[in-house]
């Protein structure tokens, strides 16, 4: 099983796991600006601006905040059972 990069609660008080895998060899890999961005994740589980139900996949939930990165909007898809499956940030228009 691979390391274990974070755990965080979710706005409905679900704990949420990032691993190292998830995050270096899909998250980072696939969307290299949100490397600077881990520190987000805690705010945007846990004090979404925005939760949708992902209109693909019954099972993921969709969580949006703005950084604290000036016109940075932030993704975050849970997958349940409670493991992140993707992030990415957008500029704000």
């Not at 969307?31 to 589980?45: E, F, I, K, P």
Request: aromatic share 8%; net charge positive.
């Amino acid at each position: 099983m691979s390391a274990l990069v974070g755990s965080y609660l979710d706005r409905f008080g679900n704990t949420v796991i990032l691993t190292r895998a998830q995050w270096e060899d899909h998250i980072v890999a696939e969307h290299l600006d949100m490397a600077s961005l881990l520190w987000s994740l805690s705010r945007v589980l846990r004090h979404p601006r925005q939760v949708n139900q992902d209109t693909s996949l019954e099972a993921r939930r969709c969580f949006y905040r703005d950084a604290l990165v000036p016109r940075k909007l932030v993704k975050v898809v849970v997958e349940y059972p409670l493991t992140i499956r993707m992030c990415h940030s957008s500029l704000l228009s």
